[in-house]
């Protein structure tokens, strides 16, 4: 059985910085991709991040995120910078055995449980 299991969350003032990681058993997604997506009340969930042979980045958080990742450990990370208060949201680990996928959710085969950020002013 496939799981993925977010850490790192927490709650940073704006301009802070956290490191989420999401660590993957069940199979290695060395040859996959894995991902991160945010979702904040009331708003559907974005595409923030994903690695898997390139990263590619929102615009709303290139050059503030960095998404890389661990084979050996089967892990994935997101090390957030210059975060601001929009940044806030729940934020999904997300993983596919496949190279083929990019921004969109419904590619995405494996989903973590999702880790609160929380961002102040």
């Known amino acids: 059985q496939v799981q993925l299991v977010e850490s790192g969350g927490g709650s940073v003032q704006a301009g802070g910085s956290l490191r989420l990681a999401c660590a993957a058993s069940?199979?290695?997604?060395?040859?996959?991709?894995m991902g991160w997506f945010r979702q904040a009340p009331g708003k559907e969930r974005e595409f923030v991040a994903r690695?898997?042979?390139?990263?590619v980045y929102a615009d709303s958080v290139e050059g503030r995120f960095t998404i890389s990742r661990d084979n050996a450990k089967n892990t994935v990370y997101l090390q957030m910078a210059s975060l601001k208060p929009e940044d806030t949201a729940v934020y999904y680990c997300?993983?596919?055995?496949?190279?083929?996928?990019?921004?969109?959710?419904?590619?995405?085969?494996?989903w973590g449980q999702g880790t609160q950020v929380t961002v102040s002013s």
């Open positions: 069940g199979r290695s997604f060395a040859t996959g991709v």
């Open positions: 690695i898997g042979g390139s990263k």
């Open positions: 997300a993983a596919s055995t496949s190279r083929l996928v990019f921004r969109d959710p419904g590619a995405y085969d494996y």
